[in-house]
Structure formats: structure tokens, C-alpha cells
């Protein structure tokens, strides 16, 4: 009597899901935590431009390396004077320590949005930068700064 050799156990089809899933979720983590590393240093040096940009005066540079979005968010006029008004009341950027920075990749594209405690001349402020990741640059999409002096002054 010829006897059948006993069946393997198989895998139920719902743990080939979790090992799937948990794969694509190592993936998405390492993709964004690389995306993050690489976006601080380019962060960094973007910063810097900006800041080199604002202290020389130079408010059309940045408004001509913005990206659309930026430029749609207001007129040509007002974001001159915005910028102005910005290096009047509080002088030359100084120091710039990272709060925080945050990763949010969509169908639009990558941003990375960024905080930092800024030292000025006159006054310190918290500026807030929204950036495109396009290649391996950014383009600004949005600026915004908190600081009395821009209210007091």
C-alpha cells in the first residue's frame, strides 16, 4: 500500500498580507526618514540663501526662485514690502537653531516644512519655511514669521 506523503502546513493567504504589509511599511519608513536626513542638510543651506538674500536686499532674487505657489499666494507689491518691512523692523538674520521639521509627500509633490528660531539684529523670531523637494533643491512655497517686534516697532 502506497501511502500519500503528508501535506505541508500551508500559509494562510491573510499572513502572506502581513508580511506584504509590513515590507511596504519598512519601505515608506525608510523612504521617508532619508527624505527627512536629506532634507534637513538641503534645509539648511536654502536657509542660508534666503537669509544672505533678505540681509542684501534682494526681494525680487526671492521672489524669482519661489516656486509658483508662493507667487500665487499674493501680489508681486505686497510680498516686496512684506520682505522689506521684515529686514526694516528686525535687521540682518543672524543665527538660526532647527525647531522642527516635518515631511509631507503628496500627488502635488514633497514639501518639507521647517521652523527655526531666528536671531535678527534688532529682534529674534520664529520663521516658519514651506519648500517643494524638486530634484535635490528646494523652492520655496511659503514663508511666514512670528515676532513682536514686527508689531511693536
Not at 3 to 18: E, F, N, Q
Not at 22 to 35: E, F, K, M, N, P
Not at 81 to 108: C, E
Not at 116 to 144: C, I, R
Request: glycine share 6%.
Amino acid at each position: 500500500m502506497i501511502r500519500d506523503a503528508p501535506l505541508r502546513p500551508r500559509w494562510p493567504l491573510w499572513k502572506w498580507s502581513l508580511v506584504v504589509t509590513a515590507a511596504a511599511c519598512l519601505l515608506v519608513a525608510w523612504h521617508c526618514g532619508s527624505a527627512l536626513v536629506r532634507g534637513k542638510h538641503l534645509d539648511a543651506a536654502a536657509v542660508l540663501q534666503f537669509h544672505q538674500r533678505l540681509n542684501a536686499e534682494q526681494y525680487e532674487v526671492i521672489w524669482n526662485d519661489a516656486d509658483q505657489r508662493f507667487k500665487d499666494s499674493g501680489p508681486h507689491d505686497q510680498m516686496q514690502k512684506f520682505f522689506q518691512a521684515v529686514h526694516t523692523k528686525l535687521g540682518d538674520a543672524g543665527s538660526v537653531n532647527l525647531g522642527s521639521i516635518r515631511l509631507n509627500a503628496t500627488t502635488n509633490g514633497t514639501f518639507i516644512i521647517t521652523q527655526h528660531n531666528t536671531t535678527f539684529t534688532h529682534a529674534s523670531g520664529t520663521e516658519t519655511f514651506t519648500w517643494l523637494l524638486q530634484n535635490s533643491s528646494l523652492k520655496l512655497v511659503g514663508y511666514n514669521i512670528q515676532s513682536n517686534a514686527l508689531i511693536t516697532n
